[in-house]
């Protein structure tokens, strides 16, 4: 297993990188860009194509693999999670950005079997930060090592977090009301636009915790891996297991510290799962 999981490593990777090149030289060109879920939920040619790459590049060398991916999902495609090797695709995490030319965007690609993580690529191919894990490997920036930053309290900590880009009111309500809560308890809040280079920021210890509600499996299906084998964990924001379909994820340098923040905050449910 431990030999075809490095095979499959080693084909993911290349195909990312070469992928993420159409997302660099396209960054600062006007795009054609259309919504699907509300006004700013956006989706442009690129993330279709990087999508459609992956997607071929995989199944050429695996065809008995199967893919959730961010588009073909938004266009009418299954988003099933079984036992069978399964792609998790973001063609572009951050596309907000991608459209904005702000250069924090990612691919974020990530292979479950058995519904459990295996493999994961993070890749900002602007910023050129790759970011990668392997399951009881080590997490990876750039090839070199990385670790959380083991912070276990609150007031200490630096949080990631998303408004998403849902304009629902009652979910707004909620982002006020924890925004309102955090700032004074906490030493900051980032925002990087995409929810995978978010979690990768806690992964590399450059922040300590963070949470989201209204995320698809496709935002957090790589950063969970890398989190996980950079020292950290992954909850639900109730600080129970996460449950990759439901829409919501918090995640943290310690349990201490996601113990703290998930009992702080108001909680968010009224979501239609994956
Ligand atoms: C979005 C980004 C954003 C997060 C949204 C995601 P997309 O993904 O990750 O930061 O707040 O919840 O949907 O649409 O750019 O792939």
Same mark, same amino acid.
């Given at each position: 297993?431990?030999?075809?999981?490095d095979?499959?490593f080693?084909?993911?990777?290349?195909l990312?990188?070469?992928?993420?090149?159409l997302?660099?030289?396209?960054?600062?060109?006007?795009k054609?860009? @259309?919504?699907?879920?509300g006004? !700013? %939920?956006f $989706?442009t040619? #690129?993330?279709?194509e *990087?999508?459609?790459i992956?997607i071929q590049g995989i199944?050429?060398?695996?065809p008995?693999?199967?893919?959730?991916?961010?588009?073909?999902?938004?266009s009418g495609g299954?988003c099933?999670?079984? @036992?069978v090797?399964?792609?998790? !695709? %973001?063609? $572009?995490?951050? #596309?907000?950005?991608? *459209?904005?030319?702000?250069p924090h965007?990612c691919i974020?690609i990530g292979?479950f079997i058995n519904?459990e993580p295996?493999?994961a690529?993070?890749?900002?191919?602007?910023l050129?930060q790759?970011?990668?894990?392997?399951?009881n490997?080590g997490?990876?920036?750039?090839g070199?090592?990385i670790h959380v930053s083991?912070?276990k309290?609150?007031?200490?900590?630096?949080i990631m977090?998303?408004?998403g880009?849902?304009?629902d009111p009652e979910?707004l309500?909620v982002?006020?009301?924890?925004?309102?809560?955090?700032?004074?308890?906490?030493?900051g809040?980032?925002s990087?636009?995409?929810?995978?280079?978010?979690?990768?920021?806690?992964a590399?210890?450059?922040?300590d915790?963070?949470f989201e509600y209204?995320?698809?499996?496709?935002?957090?299906?790589?950063?969970?891996l890398i989190?996980k084998?950079a020292?950290?964990?992954?909850l639900?924001p109730?600080?129970?297991?996460?449950?990759?379909?439901?829409?919501?994820?918090?995640?943290?340098?310690?349990?201490?510290?996601?113990?703290?923040?998930?009992?702080?905050?108001v909680q968010f449910?009224?979501l239609?799962r994956?």
């Amino acid at each position: 297993m431990e030999e075809e999981i490095d095979k499959y490593f080693q084909v993911v990777l290349e195909l990312t990188k070469n992928a993420g090149k159409l997302i660099s030289e396209r960054m600062f060109a006007q795009k054609t860009v @259309e919504t699907k879920s509300g006004a !700013i %939920d956006f $989706v442009t040619e #690129t993330d279709t194509e *990087v999508e459609k790459i992956l997607i071929q590049g995989i199944s050429n060398y695996f065809p008995d693999h199967r893919f959730i991916g961010e588009e073909s999902v938004s266009s009418g495609g299954h988003c099933e999670l079984t @036992e069978v090797p399964t792609w998790i !695709i %973001d063609p $572009v995490d951050g #596309t907000m950005n991608f *459209v904005h030319g702000f250069p924090h965007c990612c691919i974020s690609i990530g292979l479950f079997i058995n519904c459990e993580p295996e493999i994961a690529i993070i890749y900002n191919p602007v910023l050129t930060q790759l970011f990668t894990a392997v399951k009881n490997k080590g997490a990876f920036l750039n090839g070199k090592r990385i670790h959380v930053s083991k912070e276990k309290d609150l007031s200490n900590a630096l949080i990631m977090h998303e408004s998403g880009t849902s304009k629902d009111p009652e979910k707004l309500d909620v982002v006020y009301k924890n925004l309102r809560m955090l700032i004074p308890q906490v030493h900051g809040i980032r925002s990087l636009g995409s929810a995978a280079l978010n979690m990768a920021m806690v992964a590399l210890g450059g922040a300590d915790a963070g949470f989201e509600y209204g995320i698809h499996i496709w935002d957090i299906a790589a950063g969970e891996l890398i989190i996980k084998e950079a020292g950290g964990v992954v909850l639900d924001p109730c600080g129970g297991p996460i449950d990759r379909l439901s829409r919501r994820s918090l995640y943290a340098s310690t349990e201490e510290l996601a113990k703290q923040l998930s009992e702080k905050l108001v909680q968010f449910y009224p979501l239609p799962r994956d």
